[in-house]
């Protein structure tokens, strides 16, 4: 089985053992490709031990200063959260999320996020991500070990990459880029700026989060950013001119 | 869900982090019997501190001079293995394995059990199974640690037992009706018409069909929709105001 382009991103990991426990389990699943956010120390001995035969992938590991540069070139991005609250967030289970992370790696590399130990993700890094992975298990004792979950997940797109038909793959032009996402939520910022739109809903949540959440659950491919961002443009110029006119 | 009769042994494990990794796999997957069959080194400092929250599966573990009596009162047993040259056992995947084990739980104490980390389990320790449980894995690196081949097995007996992630509903709100979709997409429509807006990219499909499908795609809740029709109407005002001032 060739390596998948498949990213296992960790954000802030806490104890370099859990790293080299993720790298020896990525290894058991055939993947290869491991990018560090800002680890609290690496590389470590500890690692290396836990790493056991994977001190080649521990070797390859990238480390990078913030999430938007791990997550450079990336397609598809799950995140992983052990939180219930998380709202209008798309929540795939697992095993579908295994299968939907191999089909997208087909056309771009795609990425899995996991957050620090004890604190996870925080919401504006799940929102770099189009869908949450949900891992099932005991409601009383929902927290897993970093990298047992690296394990199950590693497991199921092992699984997912063996298995049966691949998934279908809506688009015909490669997903956009987190980058192209991240300039598409500024340049919708800046014209709700300049029309002055204020959100009169009580949602609870910030306008901006909100519009990130459902556009990434819109999963939107390179020609579909570049639409959204023509139509920004337009109104954007529209206004200008009209400003002139006013003069 | 109640905690099934399904015993996790280990059988001679070397290092108490492993212990303590392998009691919190289970209670993540709401499993609770442990048995220790001669461990190096039980109680452990260090097991205590892997074990994390599940230091009550880590209290309550029986430890036993024998595999024999780690398996006493068992009906159907299960064992793990990584090589392939077991010939004549019964070797089943675990996902399948799961299930049977599921099944066989509801008549009588099942078991899993797991040999030691460098070692495994001998030929003689396997024969008391009913049938081998394989774990897929990649083949240039099959050996998983021992904890998170506990994990592995304990995850899908967790699913098994009827475990899962809800079916994702990521609304607060309930989604927009196709009535509300309409509405939207004529409101759309008639401000890309204002701006003047034209599609210039080659997608070979409809501007607005294209807009519909990604919005469609977003799974819009009423709440989402009113965000969206209420940035509609601020950039047509905006339009109206400056269109005024222009006279």
């Known amino acids: 089985m060739d390596p998948p382009a498949?990213?296992?991103?960790?954000?802030?990991?806490?104890?370099?053992?859990?790293?080299?426990?993720?790298a020896r389990a990525m290894k058991?699943?055939?993947l290869s490709e491991?990018?560090?956010?800002?680890?609290?120390?690496?590389?470590?001995?500890?690692?290396?031990?836990?790493?056991?035969g994977a001190d080649d992938v521990l070797a390859a590991a990238r480390v990078t200063g913030t999430?938007?540069?791990?997550?450079?070139?990336?397609?598809?991005?799950?995140?992983?959260?052990?939180?219930?609250r998380d709202q209008y967030f798309r929540v795939i289970d697992v095993r579908d999320a295994a299968a939907r992370i191999v089909a997208a790696a087909q056309h771009s590399p795609a990425a899995v996020v996991f957050g620090a130990e004890r604190t996870g993700l925080t919401n504006e890094e799940l929102e770099t991500a189009h869908a949450l992975i949900r891992i099932p298990a005991n409601a009383a004792y929902a927290s897993l070990n970093l990298a047992m979950a690296v394990q199950l997940v590693a497991y199921e797109l092992f699984r997912a990459r063996g298995g049966s038909v691949p998934a279908g793959e809506p688009h015909a032009a490669p997903l956009a880029s987190a980058q192209d996402m991240e300039r598409l939520f500024a340049?919708?910022?800046?014209?709700?700026?300049?029309?002055?739109f204020r959100d009169r809903t009580q949602s609870g949540t910030h306008l901006m989060a909100r519009i990130r959440r459902f556009l990434q659950r819109a999963e939107l491919d390179e020609n579909e950013v570049n639409i959204l961002r023509g139509?920004?443009?337009?109104?954007?110029?529209?206004?200008?001119?009209?400003?002139?006119?006013?003069?």
């Open 67 to 84: 999430l938007a540069e791990a997550l450079s070139g990336c397609g598809y991005i799950a995140a992983t959260t052990s939180r219930e």
């Open 231 to 247: 139509i920004l443009t337009a109104v954007q110029s529209r206004r200008r001119h009209a400003g002139e006119g006013q003069r």
């Open 28 to 30: 058991n699943m055939a």
């Open 6 to 22: 498949i990213r296992i991103v960790l954000v802030a990991p806490q104890h370099p053992g859990n790293i080299g426990a993720v």
């Open 187 to 196: 340049h919708f910022a800046e014209v709700l700026e300049a029309i002055e």
């Open 34 to 52: 491991l990018v560090l956010v800002q680890p609290r120390q690496f590389p470590d001995p500890e690692a290396t031990a836990r790493a056991s």
